[in-house]
T-cell receptor, first 109, second 115 residues
C-alpha cells in the first residue's frame, strides 16, 4: 500500500514563483526522500532527509520534515520552466522504499 | 559510466506470452529493485534484491519472477502476460553502504503493452 501521499496532485505557477508540495505518511520512517521525474524519463533523486533532521537545503530546494505530524514539504524557490516535472516523496519504513503518487508541477514562462 | 540500463524500452505482447525485462547496472550496487508505474497509482515495488542470490517480494509480486545471479544484472520475468501488466517498469539500484533504502538510481523505463 502507498505510504507517502503528496499534495497537491497538480500545481501550476509562473517562472520566478516558489513551489511548495507536501507529503504525508502513516507509519514511522527512517528517512524520507524526494525524487523528480521528467515526462517519459526515469526518476532522479533530489534530496534525502533523515528522521532526526528537521530541515535540509540543496541549491534551490528546501525540505522540511515534521515526524510528529508525519509530514514533509518540498519548496522549490525561484522556479524555472525546466522545473516542470512530477515530484515524488518516498518513505523508508526500515525495509523498502515506498513512493507516493506524486505532484505534477507546471512552470510557465 | 552508463548507470542503470533497461532493455527493451518498448514492448508489445499478446496475452499469455512470456518475456524478460533486462536490467544492468555498472555501479557495483548491492541493492536492486523493480517498480511498476501506472497512472494514478504512483510507483509500486514488485521485487527487490539485496545482493547476488538474494531476492524478495515487494507490494505487487504476482505474475513476475526475478533472479540475481550476478551483482550487475537483475532481470524481471513475466510468466504469462496479462493486460493488467500493461505498465511502465523501472529498475533501480542503490549503494550497498546505504542499505536497501538509500538513494535510488533509476533506469529510463521499459514501456510494456499487453494486448
Amino acid at each position: 500500500s502507498q505510504q507517502g501521499e503528496e499534495d497537491p496532485q497538480a500545481l501550476s505557477i509562473q517562472e520566478g514563483e516558489n513551489a511548495t508540495m507536501n507529503c504525508s505518511y502513516k507509519t514511522s520512517i527512517n528517512n524520507l526522500q524526494w525524487y523528480r521525474q521528467n515526462s517519459g524519463r526515469g526518476l532522479v533523486h533530489l534530496i534525502l532527509i533523515r528522521s532526526n533532521e528537521r530541515e535540509k537545503h540543496s541549491g534551490r530546494l528546501r525540505v522540511t520534515l515534521d515526524t510528529s505530524k508525519k509530514s514533509s514539504s518540498l519548496l522549490i524557490t525561484a522556479s524555472r520552466a525546466a522545473d516542470t516535472a512530477s515530484y515524488f516523496c518516498a518513505t523508508d519504513g526500515y525495509s523498502t522504499l515506498t513512493f507516493g503518487k506524486g505532484t505534477m508541477l507546471l512552470v510557465s514562462p | 559510466n552508463a548507470g542503470v540500463t533497461q532493455t527493451p524500452k518498448f514492448q508489445v505482447l499478446k496475452t499469455g506470452q512470456s518475456m524478460t525485462l533486462q536490467c544492468a547496472q555498472d555501479m557495483n550496487h548491492e541493492y536492486m529493485s523493480w517498480y511498476r508505474q501506472d497512472p494514478g497509482m504512483g510507483l509500486r515495488l514488485i521485487h527487490y534484491s539485496v545482493g547476488a542470490g538474494i531476492t524478495d517480494q515487494g507490494e505487487v509480486p504476482n505474475g513476475y519472477n526475478v533472479s540475481r545471479s550476478t551483482t550487475e544484472d537483475f532481470p524481471l520475468r513475466l510468466l504469462s502476460a496479462a493486460p493488467s501488466q500493461t505498465s511502465v517498469y523501472f529498475c533501480a539500484s542503490s549503494y550497498s553502504g546505504q542499505g536497501i533504502t538509500g538513494e535510488l538510481f533509476f533506469g529510463e523505463g521499459s514501456r510494456l503493452t499487453v494486448l
